[in-house]
């Protein structure tokens, strides 16, 4: 197993780094959970595929956490290093989301976005998977600290008792060299320094429209950690038939979700109005006329529907009005009841609107919860990866035949 | 416990047809009561057995050993993959629904503003009389409808942050039950989900009321013959009483759906941000007091410019609401 390639952050080097076997996250110790989520969430984009899968190496860690004493640290870091890893990806995604925004077919833009770093990650995952099909049977427990160059597979269960921060350490630094190779892969506007990573995820600038499919059980659903290697190649087909761009947005197994922002029904509207009203107006036609990528003949034939319902009912109603005629008695009459319903209709604004800004509070304390929990994560896993990093140098250096340029590799990945 | 109540409440004030779109908080409790509680034995006993398994089978025989332990109790980690499976359908159903309703939202509130412009065209052309009446009656209708949307739409905000909470309360629980960790990763997943994603309704709420201020234009008139009903404190509690039922009945029909799910709404907000009995300094109620105390510069009630009702402490409010039974 050659050493480690330097982390040079070139695409081609990146490219390499993966090749040469970045099974740390894809590890043995895979529980039944990755297949399944898999086909959970087949049709996830990639970037989230990857992290998802990176979460599940988490998972095994769970069982372990009951055993030792720091046991729930370790949990929680892991659980927080996924977090973390989920929202690199996101945070690597911001910026183009932020231009998403512009664009009236919203879910069509993320998608187009998300398939972006899908290449890469996806590249990189398939060769991992095929790699580490190799390693399967190293043991964790033998391998970890001195095999670290060769990404040992991880089994954390055989292992709970001991060395659950060298797993720890591990799989930390698995997580951030390929999270290094994500940042690589990914635009160099989006990927130049942690502070902005740090800095630049606000949670409610992130829309990715995620279809969040049903799935049904997978097949392989007795595979337990021993028997990722079945399902890894099931992965890398999986990622590979879902990197094309446009198959990713075909491909989801419920309806595609659109959202229909007011700049897009407006001109929708438009080109019903063009076509002769709600009721000549066709689907196809109203499409045609519309030249709005991504948009498909189902959305748009829901749509009329639904706007055709909603004509109705004002139309009908102002057609009666205009029938009524009303002398001056009624007149004034009406101008009594006039002045009671709207004052009815003035307090309940006001309870509707007192709602919404408790509901405006609510909402902002929900998020900043989620976001101050995956800030913990994200300051937990840096910590980890610190030590992760340290403790590899102290490996390298005991292995006694290491050459500085090794030791200087693992110390440059620290410092991106 | 406490959430699960509050929770229930609500459900049973809401708009009808939304009941059955809320999270299913009570059977997904009732789910994690029969989950098996981890103890150190039962992890230490399936270890063990990893451990026999892979020593004997080394390379390749993983299905073997697969076997052998699916002669075990159901494994945690088959357990969470079901529980997420769940959750996942709980999410699309939000989804679909939010995705939904708010582009009925965006068709209708369209159609509000195009009756405006209509309404306008005919009044600058019609006769004074005859169109006096009929303007003011479908003004009336436009206003009634602009309140409407107004309140289905924060209903619909309301939908999502409950369900939200109630995701989470979910996720803790089973966190608390089994130990695995599912709280993070899913909560971040949640957060990102369409039904979360309330910024497009919010931007409707506000052109509704931006809308609805220029719809109103008696209401000047009104609070000047009323000076009262502005004052802040303990006057509004028998006036929000009496308002109530005054005001459903003037309005009528679906309105006092629409009244009472708000007024539910509310309740159901005020409850969860009272402290909790699980003390978390992650807590709504941890961190209003803490804003009380440092005085951050989030908008609370207290400090909002909007409403000098919404001034109320939510002690008192809570008092009113509790006292008041729909």
Redesign the interface.
């Known amino acids: 197993m050659e050493a480690r390639p330097a982390l040079s952050f070139q695409r081609p080097g990146a490219k390499q780094l993966s090749s040469m076997g970045m099974s740390g996250a894809l590890s043995s110790s895979l529980?039944?959970?990755p297949t399944?989520?898999e086909e959970?969430y087949p049709k996830l984009p990639d970037s989230q595929q990857v992290s998802m899968e990176r979460?599940l190496v988490?998972?095994p860690l769970?069982?372990a956490?009951?055993?030792s004493s720091n046991s729930s640290v370790v949990?929680?870091m892991?659980?927080?290093s996924?977090?973390f890893s989920?929202?690199l990806h996101?945070s690597s995604l911001s910026p183009h989301e932020k231009h998403s925004r512009h664009s009236p077919f919203i879910s069509q833009s993320s998608t187009n976005v998300a398939s972006l770093p899908i290449t890469h990650s996806s590249g990189s995952l398939q060769s991992t998977a095929s790699h580490y099909a190799k390693e399967?049977?190293a043991?964790w427990q033998t391998d970890s600290l001195s095999s670290f160059l060769d990404f040992p597979v991880n089994?954390p269960?055989?292992n709970?008792q001991v060395e659950s921060s060298s797993c720890n350490a591990v799989l930390a630094s698995e997580e951030f060299t390929k999270w290094a190779d994500q940042l690589i892969a990914d635009d160099d506007a989006l990927a130049s320094n942690w502070n902005e990573l740090l800095g630049d995820t606000s949670?409610?600038d992130?829309?990715?429209?995620?279809v969040?499919?049903?799935?049904k059980?997978s097949p392989n659903?007795?595979?337990?950690?021993?028997?990722v290697?079945?399902q890894l190649p099931a992965t890398s087909e999986e990622i590979r038939t879902v990197a094309n761009p446009t198959s990713l947005a075909n491909s989801a197994p419920?309806k595609p979700?659109?959202?229909?922002?007011?700049e897009l029904?407006?001109a929708f509207?438009e080109a019903v109005n063009l076509l002769g009203g709600s009721e000549r107006a066709t689907p196809k036609g109203v499409l045609k006329l519309m030249k709005v990528e991504g948009l498909t003949i189902y959305h748009v034939k829901s749509?009329l529907q639904?706007?055709r319902t909603?004509?109705y009912r004002?139309e009908s109603?102002?057609g009666s009005?205009?029938k009524?005629?009303?002398p001056i008695e009624?007149?004034s009459l009406?101008?009594k009841t006039?002045?009671?319903?709207?004052?009815?209709?003035?307090?309940?604004?006001?309870?509707?609107?007192?709602?919404?800004?408790?509901?405006?509070?609510?909402?902002?304390?929900?998020?900043?919860?989620?976001e101050?929990?995956?800030y913990l994560?994200l300051v937990w896993t840096l910590g980890n990866l610190c030590i992760g990093g340290i403790l590899d140098c102290w490996d390298l250096l005991a292995l006694g035949n290491t050459n500085l340029t090794d030791l200087g590799k693992v110390a440059a990945a620290l410092f991106v | 416990m406490k959430f699960g109540k509050e929770f229930k409440t609500h459900l049973e004030e809401t708009l009808p047809e939304w009941r059955d779109k809320f999270l299913c908080y009570k059977h997904l409790k009732k789910l994690l009561k029969h989950f098996p509680n981890?103890t150190?034995d039962f992890?230490?006993h399936?270890?063990y057995h990893?451990?026999d398994?892979?020593d004997n089978?080394?390379?390749?025989n993983?299905?073997n050993?697969?076997?052998g332990?699916?002669n075990h109790l159901p494994?945690?980690?088959?357990l969470?993959?079901w529980f997420?499976?769940i959750l996942?359908?709980e999410?699309?159903k939000f989804?679909d629904f939010y995705?939904d309703k708010?582009?009925?939202f965006?068709?209708?509130?369209?159609?509000l503003k195009e009756?405006i412009e209509?309404l306008k065209e005919k009044s600058s052309k019609g006769g004074v009389f005859?169109s006096?009446?009929?303007f003011?009656?479908?003004m009336?209708?436009i206003?009634?409808d602009f309140?409407t949307i107004?309140?289905e739409m924060?209903l619909l905000?309301?939908y999502?942050?409950l369900n939200?909470?109630g995701l989470?309360k979910i996720l803790k629980k089973y966190e608390k039950r089994t130990?695995?960790?599912l709280?993070?990763?899913f909560?971040?997943?949640a957060?990102?989900?369409?039904f979360f994603?309330?910024?497009?309704i919010?931007?409707?709420?506000h052109e509704c009321?931006a809308n609805?201020e220029l719809l109103?234009p008696?209401?000047a008139e009104?609070i000047e013959s009323n000076p009262s009903t502005q004052d802040q404190s303990n006057p509004p509690p028998c006036n929000a009483t009496k308002?109530l039922s005054?005001?459903s009945s003037?309005?009528g029909g679906e309105?006092v759906y629409?009244?009472r799910s708000?007024?539910a709404?509310?309740r159901a907000?005020?409850a969860?941000?009272k402290a909790s009995s699980t003390s978390n300094p992650?807590s709504?109620s941890a961190?209003?007091r803490n804003q009380d105390e440092e005085g951050t510069g989030?908008?609370?009630?207290e400090n909002?410019a909007?409403?000098s009702?919404?001034s109320l402490p939510n002690d008192e409010e809570d008092d009113q609401y509790d006292s008041h039974s729909v």
Do not use: C
């Open positions: 529980p039944v959970l399944p989520l959970t979460e988490t998972r769970n069982h956490s009951h055993l949990g929680h892991f659980s927080s996924s977090g989920t929202d996101y399967n049977s043991s089994n269960i055989e709970s949670v409610t992130l829309e990715p429209k995620m969040f499919p049903v799935s059980s659903f007795q595979a337990h950690q021993s028997q290697p079945l419920a979700r659109m959202r229909w922002t007011p029904h407006e509207v749509h639904k706007y909603a004509r004002p109603s102002e009005s205009d009524k005629l009303t009624e007149m009406d101008l006039g002045m009671e319903i709207t004052e009815a209709l003035r307090m309940q604004m006001e309870v509707q609107k007192r709602l919404h800004e408790q509901l405006e509070i609510q909402r902002n304390l929900q998020l900043r919860v989620e101050q929990r995956r994560g | 981890p150190p992890n230490l399936q270890n990893h451990d398994d892979d089978n080394n390379n390749n993983n299905i050993s697969m076997d332990l699916n494994t945690l980690v088959d969470q993959e997420i499976k996942n359908e999410l699309e989804n995705v708010e582009e009925e965006v068709i209708r509130f369209q159609e009756r209509r005859t006096e009446s009929e003011s009656e479908e009336m209708e206003r009634k309140v107004h309140g924060v905000k309301n999502s942050s939200f909470a989470v130990g695995g960790l709280r993070l990763p909560a971040q997943l957060v990102r989900q369409p994603t309330t910024e497009h919010t931007r409707l709420v009321e609805l109103f008696l209401e009104i308002n005054e005001t003037t309005l309105t629409l009244y708000t007024h709404a509310m907000i005020q969860l941000q992650l709504f961190f209003l989030v908008v609370t009630a909002s909007a409403n009702s919404a």
